[in-house]
């Protein structure tokens, strides 16, 4: 079973950044999905960003435009996520996730919902605050 390995996150002030990672404990092959969710207390997770492993092309939710970015280092099999000017709201557990049922053509949809990925990390915390 696939391990995806968080790190970064940490606390921030407004208007600071983070660069969240995702590492993938085996070599995945390309065209499969990856996204970014994030999840704050009370609220259900939402989509952030995607993109296919082995590929350069990014998607994001509409919501999520601007400020985060998307990237990938497919050498280190590593899945990244940019957090600039980022704002208290931001506030919460990041998380990133992979599909392996299919070579998923919903990647660059846009909408993202939690039961499409089947792997996942653990998690990190991003607190925003003053």
């Known amino acids: 079973q696939v391990q995806l390995v968080q790190s970064g996150g940490g606390s921030v002030p407004p208007g600071g950044s983070l660069r969240l990672s995702c590492e993938l404990s085996t070599y995945i092959a390309d065209g499969y999905c990856m996204a970014w969710f994030r999840q704050s207390l009370g609220k259900e997770r939402e989509g952030v960003a995607s993109?296919?492993?082995?590929?350069?092309?990014?998607y994001y939710v509409d919501s999520m435009k601007g400020r985060f970015t998307i990237s990938q280092d497919r050498p280190k099999n590593t899945l990244y996520l940019e957090l600039d000017n980022l704002k208290v709201e931001d506030s919460g557990t990041y998380l990133c996730a992979l599909r392996t049922r299919d070579k998923w053509t919903g990647c660059r949809d846009g909408l993202k919902s939690a039961a499409d990925f089947d792997h996942w990390g653990q998690g990190t915390p991003v607190t925003v605050s003053v």
């Open positions: 993109m296919y492993i082995g590929s350069t092309a990014t």
